[in-house]
């Protein structure tokens, strides 16, 4: 398990260097520049040789590869620079929203991980059984979770199903017997029964 960790955080580097590296150039190339965004949010319209000097002094000039590694350099040590819009570090603005981030993305993993079925008991399945037709694979979740009589929970199911443009019919089928696309529907019917 630990070897799978460190290859998946190892195939991690290349995104991040990819996305941070088209995120970088999409940014170089638009209309303007920081430099023109922090005169026109003051409502100024700048001297051309004095928006020059500031555009030098940032190295905006420089070749965009020797920008990005200046900035990846940054970067790596957490010095993200200085905010044009707000005038003071980036990390200050992070500091400041980072709690709100955290709490949004703890309760999202919640959810996801609820949602996702970690809540499984012993015996359940987790997967399409071929000796299993479709009908008591959607009924596991209604039994061990709503403690649902057979009965009732044959009109769940079926709810469930024409929500996802399958017919009753589905129910009595076996996993074989169904399309790719249509085993997709019953699994997204099982998931909305949670």
Sequence with gaps: MLVYILKRI???IPVLLGVTFLTFLLLSVAPSDPVT?????MGVSGDQEV????REELGLNDPILVRY??????????????????????QEEMGKRLPKTITLAACSLALAVNKAGFRLEPGEILSFSPRMT????????????????RKDAEKV???HLSGVGLSGEYMSRLPHELSGGQLQRVAIA?????
Excluded at 37 to 41: A, D, E, I, Q
Excluded at 51 to 54: I, L, N, Q, R, S
């Design 10 to 12: 190892l195939h991690l």
């Design 37 to 41: 965004m922090k005169y026109l949010s």
């Design 51 to 54: 928006m020059e000097a500031e």
């Design 69 to 90: 590694g200046k900035w990846m350099a940054h970067a790596v040590r957490g010095d993200f620079g200085e905010s044009v819009k707000y005038g003071h570090s980036v």
């Design 134 to 149: 479709i009908g008591e694979y959607l009924y596991e979740p209604l039994r061990n979770y709503e403690k649902m009589s």
């Design 157 to 159: 199911i079926e709810e």
């Design 190 to 194: 099982r998931a909305s029964i949670y």
